[in-house]
């Protein structure tokens, strides 16, 4: 059973970086793609991007500039990096399976079929 | 952009009412639309994608219809597990995904 966990600082500083890092366990990251998506408080859920196997990505172009992410095979890993912070990048953040079922003669489905917990970030001084 | 749009931003229903949800999108999405719920303090599930396909363990009592701009999820009974909040998610542009503003639904 695959499950994700996401890690990080909690609280980080105006104009600082944030790192996070997702931690599959029970597959590998090499089989699948995976998203962030974070979602402040009482707000809608907000795609941040796309990691392939390749480690090619896809990006929010709201936060293309400010974002990266990448893959640590040996660790299994998915980590995140979004800098110059500000309050408004204060939510929960959270490491998806970004899923693409292929049916015949049909485009591809795609979701978001495994979540992690989601870990808190907030941005202040 | 796509812009989705849900309707009602909430509800109070009672256990064992008919409970419909509407998501609008801002353009033509065909079928590429994804219904998550989610409790508080958790992570969204997923419950049905391409607008009718239920995930498996998903109670029957769920369903999904619409294609083209607009969408409806229904609640066939409500139980008592379902108070939550509904979120749909397109997936026609790929390179931007986007997720309506959400319906709670709650105990009347």
């Known amino acids: 059973q695959v499950q994700l966990q996401e890690s990080g600082p909690g609280r980080v500083k105006p104009s600082e970086a944030l790192s996070l890092t997702c931690t599959v366990s029970g597959g590998s990251i090499s089989s699948s793609f995976w998203s962030w998506i974070r979602q402040p408080a009482g707000e809608r859920l907000e795609w941040i991007g796309r990691?392939?196997?390749?480690?090619?990505?896809n990006f929010n172009p709201s936060l293309q500039s400010r974002v990266a992410m990448s893959l640590d095979t040996s660790k299994n890993q998915i980590s995140l990096t979004l800098t110059s912070l500000t309050a408004a990048d204060t939510a929960v953040y959270y490491c998806?399976?970004?899923?693409?079922?292929?049916?015949?003669?049909?485009?591809?489905?795609?979701?978001?079929?495994?979540w992690g917990r989601g870990t808190l970030v907030s941005v202040s001084s | 952009d796509i812009r989705m749009t849900q309707s009602p931003s909430s509800l109070s229903a009672s256990v064992g009412d008919r409970v419909t949800i509407t998501c609008r999108a801002s353009q033509d999405i065909s079928t590429y639309l994804n219904w998550y719920q989610q409790k508080p303090g958790k992570a969204p599930k997923l419950l049905i994608y391409?607008?009718?396909n239920l995930e498996t363990g998903v109670p029957s009592r769920f369903s999904g219809s619409g294609s083209g701009t607009e969408f409806t999820l229904t609640i066939g009974s409500l139980q008592p597990e379902d108070f939550a909040t509904y979120y749909c998610?397109?997936?026609?542009?790929?390179?931007?995904?986007?997720f309506g503003g959400g319906t709670k639904v709650e105990i009347k």
């Open positions: 990691i392939y196997p390749t480690g090619s990505t």
């Open positions: 998610q397109q997936y026609d542009n790929l390179l931007e995904l986007t």
């Open positions: 998806a399976r970004d899923l693409e079922r292929r049916p015949p003669k049909k485009r591809s489905f795609w979701y978001f079929d495994l």
């Open positions: 391409d607008v009718s």
